[in-house]
């Protein structure tokens, strides 16, 4: 059965649950207390095999290692900078490698005061030509051998500067008790300049997940409200924004991005000026902590109604403004305003209601096509894109999820197609897709990212960048965003399965793997039992519902007859994309040795040291059925 089909059908089976809506569609449980504990915490690895990941565009490694302390334990390399963002890239050096129980190394800012003993000077330096050449995220590393080795490490800005100390970290390991550096002469800069990632960092933790993000090159973490609200700041989203802050101020590297759903809680009345004041004070309250960019959100949440499009819940702003995209673009070009006078330097991204073809209430609008509804489905859909394209300051990114909710292929003709629906304005993708990867879950567990796109999409895209609507810093999910982030630097050189396995081995050791993608496959086994014998029994109640219909109309209009065919032909595919059930009893014995299984393979992952891990993995578990009342 097809994507299209699926969605459609689970489209008719649960409609109220808005399974295709875009915010959180993981529905991910609620946390677990263990997760907060300061005890439980993320496990670095060392690296083994000293390479950098993301794959550089340009790297020449060597065999040679070199120590960075004598015999004594005294170093044998220094750290020179000569301005502050120089400084910020050695404080990250060391700040990485410790995370690894390496000592630090020195840091110097005279040149008279280098010891004579060091064996190794690692220079960072601003590069004007990196900059003019490869963009302001670009970095070299050069190795220059004589009696004292001089390593230059170049960035065009200070992302660069600290993506060059973020690699040079991955250089080093312990041989022994030895910590080495590797020799390696490097070039790098990414396909996509906008790497951001949706997120929901835990206060306690955010500084750690902020080192493992400048740590492989991440470029944006996101922050909201519990809830996505647009008009308050709650703890915890308060408490994450103090932590960025401080983070920031000390390394940096990584940008804030803030997601505000206009319609989330109570919902905004734009041409209210106490709402508009409030809005642009949480976005100046985040921009004070850090955050540069916001987006705001009318995705999935505001009135609707058929033919019309989505309605403006306040009758004031019906008076004013003669349509939801009309009152956005008030909102936005507002913000932008206020942005420019008060030099806050904040980039905008902005989600409309209508962001794809497979639409919150129309469904698959391909199906209105040559039917009495066509235009009923697609002129709101147009108008409403064409005043946001005509109409939205030029400096805010439009945000889609290319034609389907979870677009897992997207051609040069898809993104022609919605440019063309903005008036010539190039949409920046919302991308779902990292949801879709397994079978009957959202879930994102040790998973590649893996999509078709048009080759160089980083230079086609809106905004030079990709959204991705994950749990950016999730346990779980972190394969998954290495890999992610891993496509999105290396563009069309990016291979999945060579990635995933570089991500895993990073991220739990070459000791752990098989047994972590063990339970990935018992869990996903006992997944796929449960859920194809719930399909399979729904397939039926849901073909009662649609023979009725056909009883109702007796086939006329046409039309409903032809729908009737629809629903018959999808019920169909549905109910035998999976196979007829076991009896009870097999089923029952099936999903008993399947649980026990994946427990005794969680008291293995704790054994390993993961228990941040372990704790996550049961919070997503499967519920095993209630066997007394299961068909």
């Known amino acids: 059965m097809s994507k299209k089909t699926f969605y459609i059908l689970l489209y008719l089976l649960a409609y109220s649950h808005s399974v295709i809506a875009q915010n959180d569609p993981a529905r991910p449980a609620p946390i677990d207390e263990r997760l907060i504990a300061d005890s439980v915490k993320f496990v670095w690895i060392e690296n083994k095999t000293a390479d950098i990941y993301p794959l550089p565009v340009e790297v020449k490694y060597s065999d040679r290692y070199y120590d960075l302390f004598d015999e004594n334990g005294k170093p044998a390399a220094v750290i020179f900078y000569s301005n502050k963002e120089g400084e910020r890239a050695a404080r990250t050096f060391n700040n990485l490698i410790q995370k690894f129980n390496y000592p630090a190394l020195p840091l110097i800012n005279n ?20 900059l003019k050449k490869y963009g302001d995220q670009s970095y070299s590393i050069k190795w220059n051998k004589g009696k004292i080795i001089d390593v230059v490490l170049s960035g065009a800005d200070l992302k660069g500067i600290l993506y060059s100390a973020a690699s040079l970290s991955q250089l080093v390991i312990r041989n022994n008790s030895r910590i080495m550096i590797r020799e390696a002469d490097v070039t790098d800069y990414p396909s996509f300049k906008r790497r951001m990632f949706n997120s929901k960092p835990i206060p306690q933790h955010i500084q750690n997940d902020l080192d493992w ?36 101020q000390k390394f940096g590297g990584v940008e804030g991005l803030l997601l505000l759903n206009l319609y989330k809680g109570d919902p905004i009345e734009i ?21 540069k960019r916001v987006m705001i959100l009318a995705d999935d949440t505001p009135p609707f109604k058929f033919g019309e499009g989505y309605i403006l819940p306040s009758q004031k702003d019906r008076e004013k403004f003669s349509t939801m995209a009309e009152a956005h673009v008030y909102l936005l070009n507002e913000l932008v305003r206020w942005n420019k006078n ?68 997207l051609t040069d ?10 008036s010539g304005r190039v949409p920046f993708l919302f991308d779902n897709s990292i949801f879709s990867e397994l079978d009957f879950t959202a879930r994102t567990m040790f998973t590649p990212y893996h999509n078709n796109f048009p080759s160089n ?76 014998r719930e399909i399979w029994f729904a397939a039926d109640e849901l073909w009662k519902s649609i023979r009725d219909t056909r009883f109702i109309t007796e086939k006329n209009p046409f039309h409903y007859h032809l729908n009737y065919g629809r629903f018959k032909a999808l019920r169909m595919q549905l109910k035998y994309s999976v196979p007829e059930p076991e009896d009870y009893e097999s089923f029952r014995i099936k999903c008993t040795e399947l649980d026990n299984k994946r427990w005794l393979l969680i008291d293995e992952i704790e054994k390993l040291s993961f228990k941040r891990l372990s704790y996550t993995l049961q919070m997503e578990m499967v519920k095993l059925p209630d066997f007394d009342n299961q068909k």
């Open 111 to 130: 040149k008279n005061s280098i010891p004579p003993n060091a064996r190794i000077i690692f220079t960072f330096r601003n590069s004007t030509e990196l």
């Open 271 to 291: 041409s209210n000026k106490d709402h508009q004041l409030k809005i642009k004070n949480v976005i100046s309250t985040a921009r004070n902590k850090g955050v």
């Open 457 to 532: 999409f980083g230079s086609k895209t809106g905004g030079n960048g990709i959204f991705i609507n994950g749990d950016g810093v999730g346990e779980t999910s972190r394969a998954a965003t290495l890999t992610a982030n891993a496509y999105m630097w290396e563009g069309d050189s990016y291979n999945p399965t060579v990635s995933f396995f570089n991500a895993m081995v990073k991220l739990y050791g070459v000791e752990s793997v098989n047994t972590l993608l063990k339970y990935k496959e018992t869990e996903l086994q006992l997944v796929r039992e449960i859920k194809q």
């Open 213 to 248: 993000m400048i740590h492989n090159k991440i470029e944006t973490i996101s922050f909201h409200n519990t809830d996505y609200t647009w008009d308050k700041l709650d703890d915890e989203l308060a408490a994450n924004l103090d932590q960025f802050s401080n983070w920031s």
């Open 342 to 409: 008060n030099k806050l330097n904040i980039e905008f991204f902005y989600c409309p209601a209508f962001y794809t073809y497979e639409e919150m209430h129309y469904g698959d609008m391909q199906l209105y096509i040559d039917t009495p509804w066509e235009d009923a489905a697609y002129k709101p859909l147009k108008r409403d894109l064409k005043i946001i394209g005509d109409k939205m300051n030029k400096d805010v990114q439009i945000m889609w999820t290319g034609p389907y909710v979870c677009t897992r292929t």
């Open 413 to 422: 003709e898809d993104l022609k197609d919605w440019t063309n629906n903005l």
